[in-house]
T-cell receptor
Framework: AQSVAQPEDQVNVAEGNPLTVKCTYS??????LFWYVQYPNRGLQFLLK??????LVKGSYGFEAEFNKSQTSFHLKKPSALVSDSALYFC????????????FGPGTRLSVLP | KAGVTQTPRYLIKTRGQQVTLSCSPI?????VSWYQQTPGQGLQFLFE???????NKGNFPGRFSGRQFSNSRSEMNVSTLELGDSALYLC????????????????FGQGTRLTVV
């Protein structure tokens, strides 16, 4: 079975500093990896995905993620954090060929301090 | 383009009752999935429908059921509610087709917050 780990429950970063939210995965075949963000009392918003190709994926709101096959990681990054980036971030992997049954990580709460 | 719409946003039910939640996907999306989000278990997959057929089902008891209509709108039903069913229920839709499903992102609604007392 596929799985996703987010080793940090909480990440704190100062505004203007770079941020990284970590994700590692375990799959039997080729991974399809996603990052979503959740703001309080809201659903999940899609940030970016990796299917194939370039290891550096660019997404919404200045976020990017680096796919590393040898380390089975897909870390989310942003060069300069904003206070408004404070939210809950989820890494997810696709489970099968046709369905939408994502397997989500436990989430990482990002706090950007002014 | 309207997003995924879930109704109602909030519900309070009593143990033993049943509840029906509704989801209207983005226009043109034929795949609808449901997830349960709780502080303890995180985000867990319930089921997925595509063209009125259930394609996948998560590890939930039979009290949890769903269906999809010809216009792609979906409902999920929980019977004999338990306190542990209190959660945020999220619906997601996508353009996922048979050939490209795995790489297609899903768009989530704001969820229905169910409280069982």
């Amino acid at each position: 079975a596929q799985s996703v780990a987010q080793p940090e429950d909480q990440v704190n970063v100062a505004e203007g500093n770079p941020l990284t939210v970590k994700c590692t995965y375990s799959v039997s075949g080729n991974p399809y990896l996603f990052w979503y963000v959740q703001y309080p009392n809201r659903g999940l918003q899609f940030l970016l995905k990796y299917i194939t190709g370039d290891n550096l994926v660019k997404g919404s709101y200045g976020f990017e993620a680096e796919f590393n096959k040898s380390q089975t990681s897909f870390h989310l990054k942003k060069p300069s954090a904003l206070v408004s980036d404070s939210a809950l971030y989820f890494c997810a992997v696709r489970e099968d060929n046709y369905g939408q049954n994502f397997v989500f990580g436990p989430g990482t709460r990002l706090s950007v301090l002014p | 383009k309207a997003g995924v719409t879930q109704t109602p946003r909030y519900l309070i039910k009593t143990r033993g009752q049943q509840v029906t939640l509704s989801c209207s996907p983005i226009s043109g999306h034929r795949s609808v999935s449901w997830y349960q989000q709780t502080p303890g278990q995180g985000l867990q997959f319930l089921f997925e429908y595509f063209s009125e057929t259930q394609r996948n089902k998560g590890n939930f008891p039979g009290r949890f059921s769903g269906r999809q209509f010809s216009n792609s709108r979906s409902e999920m039903n929980v019977s004999t509610l338990e306190l542990g069913d209190s959660a945020l229920y999220l619906c997601a839709s996508s353009l996922a087709l048979r050939a490209t499903g795995r790489g297609t992102e899903a768009f989530f609604g704001q969820g229905t917050r169910l409280t069982v007392v």
